[in-house]
């Protein structure tokens, strides 16, 4: 089963939950698909690592077969491609890497070149794989590297934890399409409650069994309990804040084996989550 | 016009809850929400005027007449982004996938496919005493760079004679925090004390770095650890990255955002932390040029 974890916001605690919920779940995979920012790895400290260079590919030009049609360069959807003197030039940054330019040029003055983006990383914390992929810095998009990462998924019956980015936009979408339930970390304050309830249309359009982990819950914010009933969205935990779990987190310690006050709210939640999806 | 960006790295560092303090600190004439995936600066601001909504055209998807696919599946194979799939004797196209590059209008045998806009979102300007352009994303929509530099056309168009304008970013490092960057005169990185928040910092660091802006940062809630609070200023020191402000763990900050009240309104350590770590980010801000 693969689980992933949401939140819309950043820094509610997404990372937190998934990491601990990978060690708690036996032979588990951690896969961290905020590639723009990868954190897990700070608290599983993966051992035995191998890296697998992520690429896309962008067109080259072969200046003797090009005859200057242009119709390359009308054609790309993205503007990613200039025509200056007389030859077209590739703006590597906007290109989508559809393959439209090699398919429309008649000369076949297109070629490919591969393009390095980034990384993923796969590696071991006792009995958890960790996989993370990493977006080089001054890339503009990591979904090439979320959808190599979501391929390491464990192939049987054990879990799979994904750490989403925070947003609801096209990665995200990405990583809960591949998922099989949805778990939102939200913080209760109208910031969190704003952006989880964005993230939670995104859920619903891909009718994903989905429950509610409120993080940081020291004070009751009646707006998100309301819609929670509403909508009947399971509330499965609270975890409260205090400044020990800050500190543990501040140095990324992993929570649950350190303090076992902290780990009961693990296994309660991997035990409803296996009770509630039949899979 | 001189333009600051708040920016983190890792999210929930107090971003917004920083630009909101810092417009009501220098009355600020011209702001803007950049974090289109996840806009909360709307929430804090208390403008009374309603805004004017426009739609937000991002790329083009694909659509298949029905009636004219033949089943043959070459659009299938083309697709580099994996957006079509067959049922029922039929090719597909899913919108939230399709990334609008019409390689399978180009390959039909049958002409069934053509290229449709799409609403990707919309934007929203406010405009009474101040102006407040922001904007929101259709969830699954990419394409934010897009929408974020129109944000920021909308706010610069909209308030040309304004001393200074604040624009709150999102977090990450990719294509909407890229859009952002550009023609900026100042970036306030607001960071936190954990080993996540010092990792991402360092990424957002080398990111505006390549795009040539000053930068300057600002711990929040730094005596969450004390010890990665030292770490980060150390790294400051060695980048000769001016370190403007510590502002300490308080929970006014939380009551303040839950109960519609600016922080900079309410007599707290951290509001006067945040208004020490204003005036730097003014004095560093006049300064250049």
Known sequence: ?279 | MKKLLILSGKGGTGKTTTAATFIKFAQAKAFADCDVDAPNLHLITNLQSSPTISDYYGSKKAFINQEKCIGCKTCLKTCKFEAISYTKEKCLINEYICEGCSVCTLVCPTQAISMQKDIAGHLSLFKDTSVFSSAELKMGRGNSGMLVTEVKTAMFHNAPTTELAIVDGSPGIGCPVIASISGMDLILIVTEPTSSGLSDLKRIVKTASNLNVPIAVCINKYDISLDIADKISIYCQNESIPLVGKIPFDKHAVYAINNNINLADLDCPAQKALYNTFLKVIQLITKIY
């Not at chain 1, 109208?190 to 359009?205: E, P, S, T």
């Open chain 1, 1 to 279: 089963m693969k689980i992933a974890i949401l939140s819309g916001k950043g820094g509610t605690g997404k990372t937190f939950v998934a990491t601990n919920l990978a060690v708690t779940a036996q032979n588990a995979t951690y896969i961290d698909c905020d590639v723009e920012e990868p954190n897990g790895r700070l608290f599983l400290k993966p051992q035995k690592c191998t890296h697998t260079k992520i690429f896309t590919e962008l067109p080259e030009f072969n200046a003797e077969k090009c005859n200057g049609c242009r119709q390359c360069v009308d054609f790309c959807e993205f503007n990613a491609l200039a025509f200056i003197k007389n030859k077209p030039l590739v703006f590597a940054d906007v290109c989508h890497s559809c393959n439209g330019c090699e398919l429309i040029c008649k000369q076949q003055a297109v070629t490919k070149k591969q393009k390095e983006i980034g990384i993923v990383e796969q590696g071991y914390y006792k009995n958890v794989k960790v996989v993370t992929g990493i977006l080089n810095i001054g890339e503009i998009s990591g979904v090439p590297i979320i959808k190599e990462a979501l391929k390491r998924s464990s192939a049987d019956n054990n879990l799979t934890i994904i750490d989403c980015p925070p947003g609801s936009s096209c990665s995200v979408m990405e990583t809960v399409m591949s998922a099989d339930c949805c778990i939102m970390v939200i913080e209760p304050t109208i910031f969190g409650f704003h952006n989880f309830k964005m993230v939670y249309k995104l859920v619903k359009l891909l009718q994903k069994p989905c429950f509610a982990i409120i993080n940081k819950a020291d004070k009751k914010f009646l707006p998100l309990e309301y819609f929670c009933q509403e909508n009947k969205l399971q509330i499965i935990s609270q975890i409260p804040y205090n400044k020990n779990l800050a500190t543990l987190l501040a140095n990324s310690k992993i929570v649950c084996e350190v303090d076992d006050s902290y780990k009961k709210y693990f296994d309660a939640i991997l035990k409803v989550i296996k009770a509630e999806v039949n899979l």
